[in-house]
């Protein structure tokens, strides 16, 4: 199913859309995606993740230590248009959305956020969400955002350029024909941002989750994103994509 036009309905329509995507995403991850020492849960924060976030870094199991054959982590490198990197040890102080969680103490290793209209369009918003990002990769938290809107005023060169930006400090260009953005973020002892621009009337590419540094899951973008469409009312639906 391709990539829908949804500046063509207002916000509160894609909210409603955005609660049953990441439902359907945690159904699925919970159903074979992810190891079996792992779990996802749809959680909200308001501000800040506290000290329950739990960086596995080098201390962690291994990718072959968490899980073979199926729900195994996949360790080569993932196939997307744009690998960025920052230098290692950079030092940094510092809505609803899927938290994947290690069974053996139950704190967050991954998160998955898809990007909200209200993210984006006032400076408070995208603010607000740059600083969330921010606080999860200075915890080393593996991070997967999904922006099916296109750049506005906020983020004028798109999500993951206004992300590397803030955290990195250093522009990013990743301008293309493509205005939507899948980014995947890599927690070690440097950051590794796998980037892979989209556009609507195109199908989503399975996008890669980290659990450890250098082992991560394919969450399957497309399926979920179809599931979830099926839910919108037809009255909805008829506006967001018109009957031919």
């Given amino acids: ?3 829908h036009d949804w500046s063509r309905v207002e916000a509160g329509i894609f909210h409603d859309f955005h609660g049953d995507w990441i439902q359907v995403i945690k159904h699925t991850l919970n159903s074979g995606v992810l190891p079996p020492d792992y779990y996802a849960l749809s959680e909200q924060k308001a501000a800040g993740w506290g000290p ?6 080098h201390d962690g199991p291994t990718p072959d230590a968490v899980g073979g054959g199926g729900t195994g982590l996949l360790q080569a490198r993932p196939a997307v248009r744009l690998v960025e990197e920052t230098e290692p040890d950079f030092p940094r102080l510092r809505q609803r959305r899927i938290a ?8 967050v ?6 990007v909200s209209p209200g993210n984006k369009n006032h400076r408070h918003g995208i603010r607000s969400f740059l600083d969330m990002v921010v606080e999860l990769l200075d915890r080393k938290v593996h991070l997967l955002v999904i922006d099916l809107h296109p750049p506005g005023k906020h983020d004028p060169r ?5 992300i590397w930006n803030e955290y990195w400090g250093e522009s990013s260009d990743t301008r293309t024909d493509r205005t939507l953005t899948v980014a995947s973020y890599e ?3 440097h950051v590794t941002a796998y980037v892979e621009p989209a556009a609507v009337g195109e199908e989503l590419a399975d996008a890669p989750l980290f659990l450890v540094p250098g082992g991560h899951v394919l969450v399957p973008l497309e399926r979920t994103y179809r599931t979830a469409w099926d839910g919108v009312p037809k009255r909805w639906r008829d506006v967001i994509a018109p009957p031919a």
């Fill in 187 to 189: 927690c070690n002892d």
């Fill in 100 to 107: 994947v969680r290690h069974a053996s103490d139950d704190r």
């Fill in 1 to 3: 199913m391709p990539i």
């Fill in 158 to 162: 798109g999500i993951h350029a206004a």
């Fill in 52 to 57: 329950d976030v739990l960086a596995l870094g």
């Fill in 109 to 114: 290793v991954a998160v998955i956020e898809i």
